[in-house]
Every structure is written in C-alpha cells, then in structure tokens.
Nanobody
Framework: QVQLVESGGGLVEAGGSLRLSCAASGRTFSAYSMGWFRQAPGKEREFVAAITWAIGNRRYADSVKGRFTISRDIAKNTMYLEMNSLKAEDTAVYYC?????????????????WGQGTQVTVSS
C-alpha cells in the first residue's frame, strides 16, 4: 500500500510562487502515473497535472498550463508541483494521488491512492 504525504502549501500573494512536494512510500509504483488535483471550497475536485513515473510524460489542465510544472525525483520517490504566477483562483486544497494506470490521466476514478492535502491560499 502506498502512502502519500504532501507539503509546501501556504499563503502567497498573487503573482508569487510555491512548490508542493509529495513524498511517496510503500509499495513500488514505477509502472504507474501520479497526479495533482485541487479542490476549492464549494467546488468539485479538479485535475491539475499528471506525470508518468517511469518516462515522465506530462499533462496539464488548461487553467495551469504555462504556469505550473509537474516533475518527479525517482530516487527520492517524490513528486513536485512548481506553481508560478499564482492567481486568487488557484486557492484550494491540493492533493497528490497515485493512479492505477500507466498513462497520464485526468480522471480521478483512475486514482486509487490519495494524500491528505495541503492548503494553498493566494491573496489578491
């Protein structure tokens, strides 16, 4: 069973940057992809970005494309989300997740392991 722990959230002014980390432990997951989702108050959880662990193929939501960068450090079993040019609408709880498939996927139903979430608040 994989365990995922996010960190790096916080309060930042609009236009600022944050880097989220997701440390994974437990069962090996080299055959799978991982992703970031977020959920703002009163809204459904939405896809942010995903990456295949072995090769590093990436996909981004249109709302973050060009501002956010997903990456992973295989040796450290850690995934990152570099967030630049942050906007007030990026405010949400950010979750990392491990999928049950080997390709990048936006569908939360393809993810079977979730972290506890980290709060990101962008002040305007």
């Amino acid at each position: 069973q994989v365990q995922l722990v996010e960190s790096g959230g916080g309060l930042v002014e609009a236009g600022g940057s944050l880097r989220l980390s997701c440390a994974a432990s437990g069962r090996t997951f080299s055959a799978y992809s991982m992703g970031w989702f977020r959920q703002a108050p009163g809204k459904e959880r939405e896809f942010v970005a995903a990456i295949t662990w072995a090769i590093g193929n990436r996909r981004y939501a249109d709302s973050v494309k060009g501002r956010f960068t997903i990456s992973r450090d295989i040796a450290k079993n850690t995934m990152y989300l570099e967030m630049n040019s942050l906007k007030a609408e990026d405010t949400a709880v950010y979750y990392c997740a491990r999928s049950s498939v080997s390709y990048v996927t936006e569908n939360p139903e393809n993810y079977n392991g979730w972290g506890q979430g980290t709060q990101v608040t962008v002040s305007s």
